[in-house]
């Protein structure tokens, strides 16, 4: 069972997400440029025009990515100075100012769109993730993201989740073990045995115990219903997945627990919304995964306030 503290990794600014984001932001402005150059911008802008743009926010929300715009625009190769007004995980208000980027009106231009996509994408899971941690304050339960990631970005959207205030689930399958349906049923088809709950739980356990490089991996085993619960329990998983159970369901898995096993997680999951979330707290689970955090996060309104020429001098928006 887990220890206290013990949980999933949780992603921070780390090389591996700087590795991550340079690969996008590469791919991001080969969409627009192509191996070639903004032709309006070359065709209408004079060279050599200072500019400032400051990003700000058309509605309220919770910032993420900020901390980023510097290694986009270093990525990117322009030569453009970035000063932030707030920091990741910050509450913003429609209107406040989150950064100014400055430098070559001809840079800014090229790169304006490449910047708000990453930050506003952010900003968004970051904001819907507060929206549902708020709703389970006072509560035990903890909130959680999933692998329903974009592909390539799970550790952008991933940070963006734990500026929200939420919490990393596992971050890869290489993590930890998570049985599900799935598994038991290629499992009965090859062999023609019915793994019961409890004797998964332990072939996950003898496989980790035979591989000491994964010995303190966490194992978590799906389950739904009350039956599956009580074979499960037997066997003292760290986890327990309770899948689309009713809130009735969930509160009788809770005493199950506490009766059997007391230190074994219970993790809520399945079609958690905004306007299920509290209830689902209320019946003393620990966690609550949500896939929505990041499948269904529509990107925060942010735009650019331009500053042409010398600061102060014909301030322009978009």
């Known amino acids: 069972m887990l220890t206290d503290g013990q949980d999933y990794n949780q992603v921070s600014i780390d090389e591996e997400l700087l590795h991550d984001l340079e690969q996008l932001v590469r791919l991001a402005i080969a969409e627009d440029l192509e191996r070639s150059f903004d032709l309006t911008t070359a065709a209408v802008v004079p060279a050599e025009l200072p500019s400032s743009a400051h990003i700000v926010a058309r509605k309220a929300g919770r910032a993420a990515g900020i901390a980023l715009i510097e290694p986009i ?7 453009i100075t970035v000063d932030t007004c707030v920091s990741d995980g910050n509450a913003i208000k429609a209107g406040q100012r989150l950064a100014t980027i400055s430098g070559n009106a001809r840079d800014l231009l090229t790169c304006e769109r490449t910047i708000l996509n990453f ?16 709703l ?7 909130l959680y993201d999933t692998r329903k990631t974009t592909p390539g ?29 799935n598994h038991l049923a290629c499992h009965h088809a090859k062999t023609g045995k019915s793994l019961s709950p409890a004797e998964a739980v332990k072939l996950g356990r003898e496989f980790l115990q035979s591989a000491p490089e994964h010995a303190n991996r966490i194992l978590e085993i799906e389950v739904d219903t009350l039956e599956q619960l009580e074979s499960a329990l037997k066997s003292a998983p760290d986890i327990v997945l309770l899948d689309n159970m009713s809130n009735e369901q969930l509160r009788q898995a809770v005493e199950m627990r506490n009766s059997a096993q007391p230190g074994v997680r ?6 958690v919304r905004l306007e299920t979330i509290a209830g689902i707290a209320a019946t003393g689970v620990d966690r609550i995964s ?9 990107n925060l309104d942010l735009g650019l306030d331009w500053e042409i020429g010398l600061a102060g001098q014909s301030p322009a928006s978009r």
């Open 73 to 79: 625009c270093r990525t990117i190769g322009c030569p």
């Open 119 to 134: 930050v506003c994408r952010l900003c968004g899971i970051a904001t819907l993730t507060t929206q549902f941690v708020d």
């Open 136 to 142: 389970v304050q006072g509560t035990a339960a903890c």
């Open 153 to 181: 970005w799970r550790r952008l959207e991933k940070y963006a989740v734990r500026c929200g205030g939420g919490k990393n689930h596992r971050f890869g399958l290489f993590e930890a073990i998570l049985i599900k349906d």
């Open 266 to 271: 219970l993790e809520a999951s399945g079609g």
């Open 290 to 298: 949500v896939g929505a955090l990041t499948h269904s996060a529509i």
